[in-house]
C-alpha cells in the first residue's frame, strides 16, 4: 500500500445543477459514490472527502465505509479555499504521507488503471508534481508530494491548483489518457449516460 491520501473535492453547491450533483443517480448508484468508490479501490494508505454544500444531505444518502468526510463550512469561497481546507485537514493527521491525490467528485468517467500508473509514477518521482494533460492545459487528478502542501493551505480563489501548476516548470505532464468529462449540468449528465451506460 502506497503512503499517499486521496483528497475527493465534492463541497460545491452545484448551481449549474440546480439539484445536489453529488447525489444525481448514475445507474444504482450516486455520482458521488461512484468516485469514493473508486478512491478506495486504490492502492493508497487513506480516502478524505471535503463536502460543504448539502454535506447533511449527502451524509444522509451516502455511506461509504473508510472514507473521512471532511466539512468545509466555507465551501463558498471556491474549489481553491476547498483545497487548502482538505490538506490543512490531512496534515492534522500527522500520518506524513509522502503525498496527496486530488480528484474532483464531479469526474466519474476517470479509469481506476489511469489513476493507479499516475501513482505508481510518482512513487518514481516523489518530490515531484504528476498533473494530468488535458492538451490545453494541466489540472487534476494531481498528485502533489507532501514538500507541497504548506503552499496548497495558502490557496485561494475558485482556481483549484491551476496557476499552481501552471507556473511550475517542475510539474510533470502525464501522458497517458482518460475521459476527464466534468458533470455540472444536466446535459452532461445525459452525455454521459448515455456514453457510459450502455
Known sequence: MKNIAVLILAAGNSSRMKHPKQLVKIG???????????????DVKDVYCVLGANNTAI???ISVPNIHFLNHINYDKGLSASIAFGISQITLEAQNYD?????????????????????ALFCKKTATIIASN????LGVPAIFPKNYFSTLQELSGDFGAKNLLSKNKAVIAFSKQT??????TEEDLFVFKKTFLR
Open 134 to 137: 488535458y492538451g490545453h492545459k
Open 179 to 184: 475521459n476527464f468529462i466534468d458533470i455540472d
Open 28 to 42: 444504482n448508484n450516486f455520482l458521488l459514490e461512484m468516485v469514493l468508490s473508486k478512491g478506495k479501490s486504490l
Open 99 to 119: 503525498g496527496v491525490l486530488i480528484l474532483l467528485g464531479d469526474q466519474p468517467a476517470i479509469e481506476k488503471d489511469y489513476l493507479n500508473d499516475m501513482i
Open 59 to 61: 451524509r444522509h444518502e
